[in-house]
C-alpha cells in the first residue's frame, strides 16, 4: 500500500515538475515577466524536492539501487544532464539560442528519463 502512494506521489511530482519546465521555457522565450515572480521561483523547486525524495524512497523500497541497476543508473546520469541542461536553459545560457537549445536538449533528456523508466531499459529509447 505504501508503495503504491509513493509511487503515485513520484508520477505526479514527475507530471508536475515537467509541467512547470516546459511553462518556464515558454515564458523564457518569450521574456515574460513571470519569471520573475517569487512562486515561480520557490514552487518548482519544492517540486523537485518531492520528486528526489519519493525516488530515494522507491529505491529503498524496493531495493534497487544505482550502479546495481543499469536502467536506475541511467536515469540517475540523465537527471544530472536534465538539470545541467536545465540550469543552461533557465538561468546560464548566454544567448537565447543557447537557452532555447538547452531546453529543448532537457526535454529529450526528460523523455530518456520517462522511457527508461516505464521500460527499465537504459537503452529504450534508441532500440
Given at each position: 500500500m505504501a508503495w503504491q502512494w509513493v509511487l503515485a506521489i513520484h508520477v505526479l511530482s514527475v507530471a508536475t515538475s515537467i509541467t512547470l519546465f516546459t511553462v518556464r521555457g515558454v515564458w523564457m522565450m518569450?521574456?515574460?515577466?513571470?519569471?520573475?515572480?517569487?512562486?515561480?521561483?520557490?514552487?518548482?523547486?519544492?517540486?523537485?524536492?518531492?520528486?528526489?525524495?519519493?525516488?530515494?524512497?522507491?529505491?529503498?523500497?524496493?531495493?534497487?539501487?544505482?550502479?546495481?541497476?543499469?536502467?536506475?543508473?541511467?536515469?540517475?546520469?540523465?537527471?544530472?544532464?536534465?538539470?545541467?541542461?536545465?540550469?543552461?536553459a533557465l538561468r546560464y545560457g548566454r544567448t537565447r539560442k543557447i537557452r532555447v537549445s538547452a531546453w529543448l536538449l532537457a526535454l529529450l533528456v526528460f523523455a530518456y528519463i520517462v522511457s527508461v523508466a516505464v521500460t527499465r531499459n537504459p537503452l529504450s529509447i534508441l532500440a
Open positions: 518569450t521574456d515574460s515577466a513571470r519569471l520573475q515572480r517569487r512562486w515561480v521561483k520557490v514552487v518548482p523547486h519544492a517540486v523537485d524536492t518531492v520528486l528526489l525524495a519519493s525516488a530515494v524512497a522507491l529505491a529503498v523500497m524496493s531495493s534497487q539501487y544505482p550502479l546495481q541497476q543499469a536502467w536506475l543508473t541511467a536515469k540517475v546520469l540523465g537527471l544530472i544532464a536534465y538539470i545541467a541542461l536545465g540550469m543552461i
